[in-house]
Nanobody
Framework: QVQLVESGGGLVQPGGSLTLSCAVSGLTFSTYAMGWFRQAPGKEREFVAAKSWSTGSIYYSDSVKGRFTISRDSSKNTVYLRMNSLKPEDTAVYYC????????????????WGRGTQVTVSS
């Protein structure tokens, strides 16, 4: 049974930093690509970052490029999203997702999802 569990969300001031974690179980971690997506109230879920450690491909949305970093700790089966220079427009529920092998920027391409963690950027 595959499980993806996000944590690390919270309230942060503009310009601050936060690191989200996604604990992964039930799949062969090294053969799956992991993605981070977010959904703000009243908006569609959108791509944030994705990486495939088996193919080496990595993608970031233009809105977070240079500010966010996706990484993993294989020993802990955990994927991270380090978020710096946060802006109010980064406020959303953040989801991690998994798909076999190749990373993708498409929501529809991922078939395994966590339940999300809320990030609020506000003064």
């Amino acid at each position: 049974q595959v499980q993806l569990v996000e944590s690390g969300g919270g309230l942060v001031q503009p310009g601050g930093s936060l690191t989200l974690s996604c604990a992964v179980s039930g799949l062969t971690f090294s053969t799956y690509a992991m993605g981070w997506f977010r959904q703000a109230p009243g908006k569609e879920r959108e791509f944030v970052a994705a990486k495939s450690w088996s193919t080496g491909s990595i993608y970031y949305s233009d809105s977070v490029k240079g500010r966010f970093t996706i990484s993993r700790d294989s020993s802990k089966n955990t994927v991270y999203l380090r978020m710096n220079s946060l802006k109010p427009e980064d406020t959303a529920v953040y989801y991690c997702a998994a798909r076999f092998r190749a990373a993708s920027t498409s929501v529809a391409a991922y078939d395994m999802w966590g339940r999300g963690t809320q990030v609020t950027v506000s003064s």
